[in-house]
Every structure is written in structure tokens, then in C-alpha cells.
């Protein structure tokens, strides 16, 4: 699947975007008419000082798009709750698929 990655205000490194794109890849095996996706990693300020990192992935799949936001102490640990969600969300939209036809 090909992933756009956008890191707002820093650079991020060469293993997290690689850990991101090998946990967006796992998704196919959930649904695989993927056409694409985007993922945005955010550094957010305020009364959350530790669990600041922000992931928000939107997937685009025929007919729309799915999106989870997730906020953790990493990246890492954010992207994989994002993950999570996103599974639930296509096997939701892969049923209701089948259901139609």
C-alpha cells in the first residue's frame, strides 16, 4: 500500500517511518482493496506531557475512507492502537460488503 507520511514541525527517522508503513502493510490482509492512505505524526502541546505523540491515519478504500487518531507516549505505541481501530473498522465496512451482495 502507498502510504504518504507527514511529520508536522520535526524529521522523523528512517525506523519509524519503516514501523509505520510495516503496520499500515498488515491492514491488507483485512481488506484488500486499499487504494492508498496517509498518516500524519504530530508533537502536541499542553496538559499531556507525556503521552504527546499524536498518529492520525486515513485510509482510502472505493466508495471512502476510514481515519483513526491516536495519542500515546510514542509513536510507536500510537500507531499501533491506530492500527487497531483501523482493523475494526475495515472488517466492520468488509461485512457490510458482504451483506449487500
Do not use: C, W
Request: charged letters at 35%; zero cysteines.
Amino acid at each position: 500500500m502507498k502510504l504518504q507520511i507527514h511529520s508536522i514541525h520535526f524529521d522523523a527517522d528512517i525506523k519509524l517511518l519503516d514501523f509505520i508503513q510495516k503496520k499500515a502493510d498488515k491492514l491488507d490482509t483485512f481488506f484488500e482493496r486499499i487504494t492508498g492512505g496517509e498518516v500524519y505524526l504530530r508533537l502536541e502541546k499542553g496538559e499531556h506531557s507525556r503521552e504527546n505523540k499524536v498518529v492520525e491515519v486515513k485510509l482510502f478504500i472505493p466508495g471512502g475512507s476510514i481515519f483513526a487518531k491516536e495519542q500515546n507516549i510514542s509513536f510507536e505505541a500510537a500507531m499501533d492502537e491506530a492500527v487497531e481501530s483501523l482493523k475494526a473498522q475495515l472488517k466492520k465496512y468488509k461485512d457490510k460488503l458482504t451483506a449487500k451482495s
